[in-house]
């Protein structure tokens, strides 16, 4: 073994000994190249969902039904705006720039999750948003906690408690509208029965088809499989849908006792394929729109760019005065 292979061998071996501990890997800290690969793909991923994700329920600002709707529905979508930039400064640590991460996704080289690629049709929709797939993210993010790499475990920690109150809008929401009017609770329904399997899908391909869990499971970046986080999900969403008075569209939905745990219907797996593809209904309308938006914002940057400079100056000609 030459000098560099033993060096290289006791970084591994430190490494190897911190995730094997439950400890975290810091931003200095020497780790592998293919896990710092990972964790910025999956980490860019995240916060491209987070700010495509704002759309569409954006779609419903302008027609929320009460100004508390609207309010609320702003305050969320100001969240996922939040996200999103937690997302990107912890990518940010791991030695890439968010400029170039918002030039992949728009240039379609960088992916963001394929729920966000369907469409808002009645403000039944962001109820069930906030219900389904907020209650997903919480299944999905709640173990990120839990990540190797501390500065996305920490940044998942505000998530998770600010993606519970939009759950929990979402289900106050749906519960208000099935108390309402026949019309209402068909609109409900409606809703539950076209977001349904987008959410399942969520979770990623099935076990024997993710060819990223089992290392990331290994590097402690993912705690749980996609299969059993899913499960998990609909344990927990069907006595929900129960009290809520919707049916769930799945006609495989049956209580396991053996298990402990709902049997539930295959997703259609060629659907989640095409939509990550970017052959979903509103695939091409969402990356749009962030392009024009990103490009839209192109004065903002400049202008940010330039104040910081000019303070950055008169910092400097104070310093260079007082030690004069
Ligand atoms: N959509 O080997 P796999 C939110 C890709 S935002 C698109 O299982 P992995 C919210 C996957 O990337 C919620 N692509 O991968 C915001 C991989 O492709 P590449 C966002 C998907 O990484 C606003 C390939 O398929 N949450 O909560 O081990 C309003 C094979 O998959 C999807 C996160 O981002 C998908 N659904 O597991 C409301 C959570 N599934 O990159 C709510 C963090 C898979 O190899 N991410 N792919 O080309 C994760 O936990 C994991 O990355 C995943 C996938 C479970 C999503």
Redesign the pocket.
Known sequence: MTATETDVAALEARFDAVVAAEQRIEPRDWMPDAYRA?LV???A??AH??II??Q??GNWLTRAPSLRRKATLLA?AQD?AG?GLYLYAAAETLGVDRAELTEKLVDGRQ??????NYPTLTFADVGV??WL??G??IC??VP?CRCSYGPYARAMVRVCKE?SF?QRQGYELLMTMMRGTTAQRRMVQDAVDRWWWPSL?????PDD?????AR?MGWRI?RHT?DE?RQRFVDMTVPQAEHLGVTLPDPALAWNAERGSWDFGEPDWSE?KQ??KGQGPCNAQRVERRRAAHEDGAWVREAALAYAQKQAGQRQAEQKRSAQ
């Open positions: 990972t793909r999956q980490i991923q995240h969902s987070e994700g704002m569409p329920e969320k996922e996200h992916k963001y999750s394929s729920i966000f948003i906030g797939v907020d997903a993210a999905n993010q990120l993606e939009h899908m969520m979770f990623g391909p088809d993710s060819p990223n869990t990331s993912k996609n986080l989640l939509v990550i």
